[in-house]
């Protein structure tokens, strides 16, 4: 697979990542240990070099997953982690206050059998600590040798800007897919002046825009669709306009709907790098193929004129959790 590099801060790394969320958190019931760990390693027999968790996954333990697996390779993988969330608990608000930014590194460090965190995220920004102190904090740790690079997650352009200032932010990263395009607006041109990466999740829309979910599908309680607002029974039907799109797309080339996905977001920017997730090893292979897939002018034309006219419906968070994104 080829490599792409973050933006100017030297950080080279897969053109797809493996988002490892999934594998213990967010989409139902936790997946079997020992496959969890065929699924990393597997992908990183495919190309992957790029590894995202967070201690919030789990929580804790998505990070002793990713540092059990790819410890016999350390050396030749990134891995990213984040802080940010009060107890590593979603629920219980944010907290990015130095001592916590502090005491999470040491723990995540432990939990992923590692000397050095390749990339640490702030997981959400704090209203309640400035950024330029987060910035300062996490740039303490860069020079103790305890972190290589200052990340940001679902946060503005305005606060990127200040953080920058203080400490280079390598990347971002946010939602961004198909059918989610509000980075564009903003964040992307800021992130483009600045020289920053962009590390997009849930590029496949939550499994959405793979063509395997619709209107009939039923989510386990504990999987986050089951309440997101995106994947009501209404939205799913009205929402088939994108995969419809994606289908024809991949028809002219041979590709399937998520191969489609992923490479028109590798199209958009050369530092864009996309971490999609998955539990199958059937689908990572599928989800690895698409970084070989280039679309042609024509094509990114086509699904621009076509994007113009769809719609999508629903919020991708219910309310409560549309309160923590910055804005």
Known sequence: MKTRKLGNSGLEVSALGLGCM?????????????????????????????????????????????GEALAPIRDQVVIATKFGFRNADGTQGT??????????AEASLKRLRTDRID???QHRVDPAVPIEEVAGTVGELIRAGKVKHFGLSEASAATVRRAHAVQPVAALQSEYSLWWR?????????????????VPF?????????????ES???????????????????????????????????ECGAT????????????KPWIVPIPGTTKLARLEENTGAAAIS????????????????????????PRQQQMIDR
């Open 119 to 121: 990339l640490f995220y």
């Open 182 to 198: 509000e980075p564009e607006e903003s964040v992307l041109p800021t992130l483009e002046e600045l020289g920053i990466g962009f």
């Open 202 to 214: 849930s590029p496949l829309g939550r499994g959405f825009l793979t063509g395997a979910i619709d």
């Open 95 to 104: 907290d990015s206050r130095p001592e916590n930014i502090r005491a999470v």
């Open 257 to 268: 709907p998520a191969q489609i996905a992923l490479a028109w977001l590798l199209a958009q």
């Open 22 to 66: 999934g594998l213990s958190f967010a989409y139902g019931p936790a997946t079997e240990r020992t496959q969890a760990i065929a699924v990393i390693r597997a992908a990183f027999e495919h190309g992957v070099t790029f590894f995202d968790t967070a201690e919030v996954y789990g929580p804790y333990t998505n990070e002793e997953l990713v």
């Open 295 to 318: 679309l042609s002018l024509d094509q990114l034309a086509a699904i621009r004129a076509s994007l113009a006219e769809i719609a999508v419906l629903g919020e991708r968070y219910t």
């Open 217 to 251: 599908t039923a989510f386990d309680a504990s999987d986050f669709r089951s309440t997101a607002p995106r994947f009501s029974q209404d939205a799913r039907r009205a929402n088939q306009a994108l995969v419809t799109l994606l289908r024809r797309i991949g028809d």
